[in-house]
């Protein structure tokens, strides 16, 4: 049976006056009661086309539809993923995440993630996160590259986690941007919430909105190149998409983020003068947003430290283009 895809079962006379989970469960095998109780909870159940409760009763003949969900998975099943290691002692261990890396194991993403390749590294990694999120004390959106540190141990977990609760976690972005910013310098503070309609987005919301959370962005021009501009964005709190939902608001979308910007690739031919061969050529795959320094204090000695990522080869290359233009 495949995952997520609508499977039909009818309903015989000797299963009659079943309970719809205990039906399933014989049905499917490797598959527990609990989880599929839940799955029907969750609307994955109809019978006869109608929408059906773990407890209802199937009848000869009823044709029951059920969507098959994702086992549950007890965590990251360890890969030789190869790791650009920017730090690493007893006690934490930092890296430079690539692109199109999930941080940890989700729902469509259940291998080659950051945790499975820590996993793999690491002789031990932290509890606290859970099963599936070892040593994750903070995470990165899967196109977004940079700094990200991660924990070895509980107690260093828990002191990491203090300080970006308490906000002295330093944190700085280079994002390449869709649009000139009007000022050199900013901050932006607009509370984030769940977009109404799409479940993947946030949106800025307005205060008092149940699920509104405050958000701030400080932000500054590095280089102006052109309709397209790199700034600096330092966020001092750390909500979910924080950074490219608050330069959308300004008018300045991460250049090629999909999500908020409403496309994902740019070609050389769009920002730069080249030859016919060049002209289809994909600079920019993925949103332009680089975590490129984060600050912190060692959770045991005390000493502050401060880790740096270098600016990834399509970024790289796409100012390249840019500065010859604008120049």
Not at 66 to 86: C, S
Not at 182 to 204: C, G, N, V, Y
Not at 227 to 232: A, D, F, G, I
Not at 251 to 273: F, H, N, Q
């Amino acid at each position: 049976m495949e995952i997520g895809v609508p499977q039909e079962f009818v309903v015989s006379a000797e299963e009659t006056g079943q309970r719809l989970d205990r039906f399933l469960a014989l049905r499917i095998p490797g598959y527990s009661r609990t989880l599929l109780r839940k799955a029907v909870g969750a609307g994955a159940g109809r019978i006869n086309g109608r929408g059906a409760k773990p407890a209802t009763i199937v009848n000869t003949g009823d044709t029951v539809t059920f969507i098959l969900p994702e086992m549950p998975r007890t965590g990251p099943e360890p890969e030789a993923i190869p790791l650009d290691i920017i730090f690493e002692d007893d006690h934490v261990i930092v890296v430079n995440k690539p692109a199109g890396m999930v941080v940890h194991p989700a729902r469509g993403h259940w291998s080659g993630t950051l945790a499975s390749a820590l996993a793999h590294h690491c002789e031990q990694l932290s509890s606290v996160g859970g099963l599936t999120r070892p040593g994750i004390v903070h995470r990165l959106d899967r196109d977004t590259t940079g700094v990200i540190v991660v924990a070895k141990t509980d107690a260093v977990h828990g002191k990491l986690a203090e300080q970006f609760a308490e906000r002295s976690v330093e944190k700085e972005y280079l994002a390449l941007v869709n649009g000139a910013a009007k000022l050199d310098s900013d901050h932006i503070d607009q509370p984030i919430a769940p977009h109404k309609t799409h479940r993947e987005k946030m949106a800025i919301s307005r205060e008092g909105h149940p699920q509104a959370r405050s958000a701030k962005t400080f932000f500054q021009v590095e280089e102006r190149l052109g309709r397209y501009t790199l700034l600096q964005a330092k966020p001092v709190t750390g909500r979910t998409h924080q950074i490219r939902v608050h330069l959308k608001s300004i008018g300045c979308p991460v250049l090629c983020d999909k999500l908020y910007g409403g496309r994902a690739e740019l070609l050389a031919s769009e920002i730069a003068t080249l030859s016919a061969s060049e002209e289809d050529r994909v600079i920019l795959a993925r949103q332009a947003l680089h975590a490129a320094k984060l600050s912190l204090t060692h959770p045991l000695s005390g000493e502050r430290l401060s880790f740096e990522a270098p600016i990834p080869n399509d970024m790289v290359e796409a100012l390249k283009l840019l500065r010859r233009e604008v120049n």
